[in-house]
């Protein structure tokens, strides 16, 4: 079975905090994602990676960085979090680069409330 | 530009009720894949199915069936006889050409069986 485990399932931060949220895969996809979910907006991209080291804007990369040093590992970084980034906040993985119909597989989400 | 609509935000249903979860898509290209996921209360987004925009054939999976028409570029969802754990959010995704390698999401349809 197809793995994606993301480090914490709830998480408080202080405005100002610098905040890293890990995302492991473990079947060697080269797809990664990073997902925000928000009552009525549904699931927006933030950033995602097609192969290590590289990475590509979504929809709203506003505030956030991601880093991919590791095919596995896919990080999503709030440089100074504030409260409107309070949100839920899903990683998932997808098996070929250039394919248009493999399925995405999500982690169980991180809820991020920033205080 | 491609888009995805689910223009029921909540539906509330009897058990043993039929219910149809409604997915309009827009895109130009003319190769494209749509998913339906499901989002249950634990929060980990499952895979349900996946067509291609050269299937047009209706599927069916026990209590679940999908209805694509690209006329109507609607990919719709029907569960019937509900059962109480079919209560869940289930969001249509999309992937496209010149999309990329992006899923883009509807807002999700929040499904409650009620006992």
């Known amino acids: 079975d197809v793995k994606v485990t993301q480090s914490s399932r709830y998480l408080v931060k202080r405005t100002g905090e610098k905040v890293f949220l890990e995302c492991v895969q473990d079947?060697?996809?080269?797809?990664m994602f990073w997902y925000r979910q928000d009552p009525g907006l549904g699931l927006r991209l933030i950033y995602f990676?097609?192969?290590?080291?590289?990475?590509e804007k979504g929809d709203i990369p506003e505030g956030y960085s991601v880093s991919r040093e590791k095919k596995e590992r896919f990080s999503l970084i709030l440089e100074s979090a504030s409260t409107n980034q309070t949100s839920m906040y899903l990683c998932?993985?997808?098996?070929?680069?250039?394919?248009?119909?493999?399925?995405?597989?999500f982690g169980q989400g991180t809820r991020l409330t920033v205080v | 530009a491609q888009k995805v609509t689910q223009a029921q935000t909540e539906i509330s249903v009897v058990e043993k009720e039929d219910v149809t979860l409604d997915c309009v898509y827009e895109?130009?290209?003319?190769?494209?894949?749509l998913f339906w996921y499901k989002q249950p209360p634990s929060g980990e987004l499952v895979f349900l199915i996946r067509?291609?925009?050269?299937?047009?054939q209706n599927e069916i999976s026990g209590r679940y069936s999908w209805n694509f028409q690209k006329s109507t570029s609607s990919f719709n969802f029907t569960i019937t006889a509900s059962q109480v754990v079919d209560s869940a959010v289930y969001f249509c995704?999309?992937?496209?050409?010149?999309?990329?390698?992006?899923?883009?999401f509807g807002t999700g349809t929040r499904l409650k069986v009620l006992a």
């Open positions: 990676s097609y192969d290590v080291k590289m990475k």
């Open positions: 079947m060697d996809h080269e797809n």
């Open positions: 995704a999309l992937t496209s050409d010149s999309g990329t390698y992006k899923y883009i």
């Open positions: 895109t130009r290209d003319t190769t494209y894949y």
């Open positions: 998932a993985s997808s098996l070929h680069s250039q394919e248009l119909n493999t399925e995405a597989f």
């Open positions: 067509r291609n925009s050269f299937d047009e």
